[in-house]
């Protein structure tokens, strides 16, 4: 007889379900206590800035919503006029402190070069003091002004049926949409693809909201805080959510998040594929949010909330982000013979 069956046959059994419950919420406490010490001490929300790759983090995302602005359907001269003064000045701490820089930091000037390039060419005067601080950060970094995509529809869907590199190459994401609808049947076609993840013992917990009604809609990207300037040219909404229940450990606790982040990417080649413009946007949502989405579609609570994807018909010519990646060496640890 093991230990546990010792204890069992001593004490009566609804005590020992109340100490199991007991023992249950105690694992679960430290398991999420482990993991929220991590994000505290090295994610850049608590301890601001204090390593290099807390500035690279801030300034990437500062210099990404940049280059959005650039290619808003819309554009709208002076837009971001906080997020580039951020821009600059952690530019500058960044050189200051790393003067080895990451080739991201260049790409980031590159796209505040772009930024004034853009304004002075329709004689759109910036403020005296955000020129200043480009003009230093020039002295410091010699990078010519990016260049955001310009594509057409042709050229965006022309490697549908091309080898995985080029299809993969190909697909990025698009913040301009024609007020042409979607057709629900290729939507569900994108669906049955996504089908096709990988998720852990094959449990399936994937799940797809598909928003076309187009009050339905506004509420549901009113919700969400990164489609400013495009989500209302969106014809359709998909939410990626995820089923708790199928999970049996706490040690599974983030296991929703893995399988939900590959079947959105999987749906993400999919639309692509079935030449739907479409856009990841996240789900980082206030807790009111969250629970507002929920009632709007009426996701059960045994549902977790993954991401929501704006989608559309693509126009023939459009801008996409340019959104340069790392190179492989930086991402890759080899452990050889
Ligand atoms: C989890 C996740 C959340 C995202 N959220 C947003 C968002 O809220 N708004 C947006 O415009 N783009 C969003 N994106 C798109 C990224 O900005 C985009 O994938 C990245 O810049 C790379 O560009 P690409 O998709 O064109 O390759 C998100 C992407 C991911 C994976």
Not at 23 to 35: H, L, S
Not at 107 to 125: D, N, P, S, T
Not at 181 to 189: G, H, T, Y
Not at 260 to 281: K, Q, R, S, T
Request: hydrophobic share 35%; net charge positive.
């Amino acid at each position: 007889m093991n230990l546990k069956n010792v204890v069992k046959s001593l004490i009566n059994k609804r005590y020992f379900r109340f100490f199991q419950k007991i023992n249950m919420y105690r694992v679960t406490y430290n398991a999420f206590r482990y993991d929220a010490l991590r994000y505290i001490s090295h994610s850049n929300s608590f301890l601001k800035f204090d390593t290099e790759d807390k500035l690279l983090g801030q300034i990437i995302a500062e210099y990404h919503a940049i280059e959005k602005g650039i290619c808003m359907p819309q554009r709208r001269m002076g837009f971001g006029k906080q997020v580039i003064n951020n821009l600059l000045d952690h530019c500058m701490i960044y050189l200051n402190r790393y003067p080895l820089y990451h080739d991201q930091i260049k790409h980031a000037v590159a796209v505040i070069l772009e930024y004034q390039r853009i304004h002075h060419g329709v004689g759109f005067k910036l403020d005296d003091d955000l020129e200043e601080k480009m003009s230093q950060l020039k002295r410091q970094i010699n990078s010519a002004p990016a260049r955001q995509v310009t594509s057409t529809k042709e050229a965006f869907f022309s490697e549908r049926y091309s080898s995985f590199d080029k299809f993969s190459e190909s697909r990025h994401s698009v913040r301009n949409f024609t007020s042409e609808p979607v057709s629900l049947e290729k939507i569900k076609q994108s669906v049955s693809l996504a089908r096709n993840s990988p998720s852990s013992c094959n449990r399936q917990p994937s799940k797809v909201y598909i928003v076309q009604n187009e009050q339905l809609r506004r509420q549901v990207l009113e919700l969400q805080n990164g489609n400013r300037g495009f989500g209302h040219l969106a014809t359709t909404v998909l939410v990626v959510t995820e089923n708790l229940s199928y999970f049996l450990s706490i040690n599974e606790r983030n296991e929703a998040y893995i399988n939900g982040g590959m079947f959105a990417m999987n749906l993400l080649y999919a639309l692509h594929f079935n030449e739907i413009g479409a856009c990841p946007l996240n789900w980082c949502a206030e807790k009111q949010n969250d629970i507002s989405l929920r009632k709007l579609l009426d996701i059960p609570d045994n549902e977790i909330i993954i991401m929501l994807i704006a989608c559309g018909q693509v126009p023939d010519t459009f801008m996409l982000a340019s959104s340069p990646r790392k190179s492989v060496d930086e991402i890759i640890r080899i452990y050889g013979e």
